[in-house]
């Protein structure tokens, strides 16, 4: 594969930490659990969206006729909490670079916002698709 610059890219290369197979799976699974906790303590909204899941995935596993049905509600609500962790790193991204007010720092947390509002709007959609019509 090449890169714009024309530089060849080898896919197969052992990663820069120089883990590879188990290992690297074993610390890619430490530093997610790592970042799920974080979130879980500091982002209020990831708390009541975990809650959320809590409850409504027995709920979708109940209502739910068939598999696609039973699989699409509950993907619905976990798109909710992944696009809730992405808008909280953009977030935390942003804080990171600087606390001073700038355009552009508003606009990439007002877009997250907005992104996790459309995610919590596909969810109502597809419940409501599914359980009622």
Do not use: C, Y
């Amino acid at each position: 594969m090449t890169m714009e610059t024309g530089a060849k890219v080898d896919m197969t290369a052992t990663p820069k930490d120089g883990l590879s197979g188990i290992r690297r799976l074993v610390r890619s699974m430490r530093v997610t659990i790592a970042g799920l906790r974080w979130a879980f303590r500091n982002e209020e909204a990831v708390r009541l969206e975990v809650i959320g899941l809590l409850f409504l995935v027995p709920v979708a596993l109940w209502l739910g006729n068939s598999g696609i049905e039973r699989a699409l509600l509950i993907a619905s609500l976990f798109l909710v909490l992944i696009v809730e962790l992405i808008n909280s790193a953009v977030e935390a991204t942003v804080d990171r670079i600087g606390t001073e007010r700038h355009p552009l720092s508003g606009a990439a947390k007002d877009l997250g916002s907005a992104a996790v509002f459309v995610a919590l709007v596909n969810a109502v959609v597809v419940w409501l698709l599914v359980l009622f019509l």
